[in-house]
């Protein structure tokens, strides 16, 4: 850590993953902006290069340990939370490692299966290290699956389009599909089993966008919500961040903390 950030000893230590990416480096700009949080460690693989711990300018007022793995960043600074902003194909190993290294997750990055959340809640039911999924941290998109799941309670017709730019990895995103499970287990309770399409738009110029249309008798209802810029996740990122410590297990939703 570096001199500046270690005398602040009475903060919650974060740890970002994914760190130079366009997610980790809005998140380490909100950690390191916040009175009761410190960044003790920046994680990407790009930082290989420079030899794991090294204090590394990220433009956050204070210079950073960086690290190549989560495993080099829990290995040798402390962490109350770790943040994982990385990829699909990382992000359930990163979970693991947390896991065994009794740290608190949050996870933002999408594209973990239901398999694959499946095994998490196991792993961290039995560590007894808490771990909270949320696919969306922004507080409209948490309103628009709760809407979605009151209006599923009288329409029972709806597909969702997703939006987003074109350097999204995984489709369809996992908003949609959290939206969609929402809506298909409203259903369900009501006797009605049927699947909801999702259609996904990856153009550039979007961030993330999402219209949850229902069709009724001679009506439609559009729910939708925009987030126009990465700031728009950082409040539900930064309370997930202060919040997850009190959970037990696997939670998946913001909406869980609010
Ligand atoms: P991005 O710009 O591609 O950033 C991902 C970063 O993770 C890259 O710098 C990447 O490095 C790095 N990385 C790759 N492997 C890693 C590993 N093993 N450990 C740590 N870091 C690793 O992507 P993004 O737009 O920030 O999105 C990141 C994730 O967040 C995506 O899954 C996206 O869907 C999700 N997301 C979630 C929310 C939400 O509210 N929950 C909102 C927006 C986006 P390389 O480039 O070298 O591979």
């Not at 290995?75 to 990385?86: H, I, K, P």
């Not at 999408?110 to 007894?128: I, N, Q, W």
């Not at 922004?138 to 309670?153: D, H, I, R, S, T």
């Not at 996904?200 to 229902?214: D, K, N, T």
Request: glycine share 10%; net charge negative.
């Amino acid at each position: 850590m570096s001199s500046e950030a270690s005398q602040r000893t009475d903060r919650l230590k974060v740890m970002v993953s994914g760190a130079l990416g366009r997610m980790g480096s809005t998140t380490c700009k909100a950690v390191a902006a916040d009175a009761e949080l410190v960044l003790t460690g920046a994680v990407d693989p790009a930082f290989g290069a420079h030899g794991a711990g090294v204090q590394t300018d990220l433009g956050v007022g204070y210079r950073v340990p960086s690290y190549a793995s989560i495993e080099a960043a829990l290995t040798n600074a402390e962490a109350d939370v770790v943040v994982d902003f990385s990829t699909p194909d990382a992000v359930k190993q990163n979970t693991r490692l947390c896991i065994q290294h009794r740290v608190a997750v949050v996870v933002g990055t999408t594209g973990l299966s239901p398999g694959d959340l499946a095994e998490l809640d196991r792993l961290s039911g039995e560590a007894g290290v808490p771990v909270l999924v949320a696919p969306n941290f922004a507080m409209g998109a948490v309103l628009m699956m709760q809407f979605a799941e009151m209006a599923a309670k009288h329409l029972k017709a709806c597909e969702i389009v997703e939006l987003h730019h074109d350097a999204k990895l995984d489709a369809p995103s996992g908003t949609a599909r959290l939206t969609r499970l929402r809506i298909e287990d409203s259903w369900r309770e009501d006797g009605l089993e049927k699947e909801v399409p999702i259609h996904s738009v990856r153009l550039p110029g979007l961030v993330a966008h999402q219209e949850v249309i229902f069709g009724g008798m001679g009506e439609t209802l559009t729910i939708r919500h925009d987030s126009l810029n990465r700031e728009s996740f950082m409040p539900g990122v930064v309370l997930a961040v202060k919040r997850v410590r009190d959970l037990q297990g696997l939670v998946v939703g913001l909406e869980n903390i609010l």
